[in-house]
C-alpha cells in the first residue's frame, strides 16, 4: 500500500495476537471488537475490528478505503494502526483506548464533571471539522453517537469508526433501508431521499452536544412525557427561558449557565430539520470557542419519527 505506514498483517497472526478472538470489547453496526496485544518488547495492547459486512466490492475498493482512513491523523481520532484483507476475512486494528466509550463514561453510575464534559464536546467538534474539511479525502462519519466516541487516558475524546460506511454494502445497514446511523441520531434527511452531506454529521453532534450538556440520553423512556425526547424538551427549556431545568443539581453546570445556554442553542442549530440552516463543523468549533457570536436559533420542528 503506497503512502502509508499501515501494517499488513494475516488473520493467523490476528488471531495470535486476540488469542483466538478471546476479549470482546464490543459490537455495533459495522463488526465486533476485539483486545489483543502487540509484541513490539513492551506490551502494546490494539483494538480488532473484524468487520462482518465488508463490502464484496474487490481488493482495490477496500485498499482504497483503508488508505485514506490511514492518512488521518488527528489528535482526537481514534488511529489506524494495520489491517487484514485475506478473501472474506477484513479486519482493521485500531490503537487502544482505555477509558472505553463516551456512552460508558457519560451514562454510567456516577455523573461525569463539566469540564471534562465540555473538554470532550470541544474534541469531538474538532475532530468532526478534520474529517470534513481538513484531511486528504472528504470523510463523512454517517453513525456519530456516544459509543463511537472513544476516551484515552487523558479522557480526550477520539472519534472511531470514521470512514467505515463506504466499507459497508448499501444494502447491509442497521436498518431496513439504506439509512445509515443510529436511531436517535439521524438527520431527517436520510427520509426524505435527500443528499447525503457532512450536514448529518452536524446533526448527529447536535444531539451529542446535548447529551453532553445534559449528562442524559437523547431518548429516556422513564422520563416524564414532555422531557422524553431530549432534543424537544431542551428546546422548550430554551423558549420558555427555564434551562437550569436541564442541569438541575449539576453545580458545576449551574454556576456556568452562560456556557450551558451556549452549548444549548449551538446544539439546537446543529440539529435543524433543514440541513442548510445547520453550521458547518468548522463554524461550530468556532462558536463553542467565542471566535463567532451564537444567535438564537428557531424551532428545530420536532422529528420524532427519528427515534
Not at 490511514?70 to 484483507?85: A, I, Q
Not at 433501508?177 to 436511531?183: S, V
Request: hydrophobic share 40%; proline share 3%; glycine share 6%.
Amino acid at each position: 500500500m503506497p503512502d502509508m505506514n499501515l501494517q499488513s498483517f494475516t488473520c493467523k497472526e490476528l488471531e495470535h495476537i486476540t488469542e483466538g478472538f478471546k476479549e470482546e470489547l464490543g459490537s455495533g453496526a459495522f463488526g465486533t471488537v476485539y483486545k489483543g496485544v502487540l509484541e513490539f518488547g513492551n506490551s502494546r495492547f490494539v483494538a480488532i475490528k473484524r468487520l462482518d459486512k465488508a463490502s464484496s466490492d474487490g481488493e482495490q475498493e477496500f485498499r482504497s478505503e483503508v488508505n485514506s482512513i490511514g492518512r488521518t491523523n488527528h489528535k482526537n481520532l481514534v488511529r489506524l494502526l494495520g489491517f487484514c484483507n485475506e478473501g472474506q476475512h477484513r479486519l482493521l486494528v485500531y490503537e487502544y483506548m482505555s477509558k472505553g466509550s463516551l456512552a460508558n463514561f457519560l451514562f454510567g453510575d456516577s455523573r461525569p464533571n463539566w469540564h471534562n464534559r465540555m473538554q470532550i464536546a470541544f474534541g469531538t467538534a474538532r475532530g468532526l471539522f478534520y474529517l470534513h474539511e481538513e484531511c486528504n479525502t472528504q470523510i463523512i462519519h454517517c453513525d456519530i453517537k456516544p459509543q463511537n466516541i472513544l476516551l484515552d487516558d487523558c479522557l480526550t475524546a477520539r472519534i472511531s469508526d470514521f470512514g467505515l460506511a463506504k466499507l459497508l454494502k448499501t444494502d447491509q445497514t442497521q436498518t431496513t433501508t439504506a439509512i445509515r446511523g443510529t436511531k436517535g441520531y439521524v438527520a431527517p434527511e436520510w427520509f426524505k431521499n435527500l443528499p447525503i452531506t457532512v450536514k448529518v454529521d452536524v446533526y448527529s453532534f447536535g444531539i451529542l452536544l446535548l447529551e453532553l450538556v445534559c449528562c442524559r440520553k437523547n431518548f429516556e423512556v422513564d422520563a416524564e412525557e414532555d422531557q422524553m425526547i431530549l432534543s424537544d424538551y431542551a428546546y422548550d427549556c430554551f423558549r420558555e427561558g427555564n434551562l437550569d431545568l436541564l442541569v438541575e443539581k449539576d453545580e458545576e453546570a449551574l454556576i456556568d449557565m452562560k456556557r450551558v445556554k451556549k452549548f444549548v442553542m449551538i446544539a439546537i442549530w446543529c440539529i435543524q430539520e433543514d440541513p442548510s440552516l445547520r453550521p458547518t463543523m468548522k463554524k461550530v468549533t468556532q462558536m463553542m470557542e467565542g471566535a463567532i457570536e451564537v444567535s438564537a436559533p428557531p424551532d428545530p420542528i420536532s422529528f420524532i419519527s427519528s427515534i
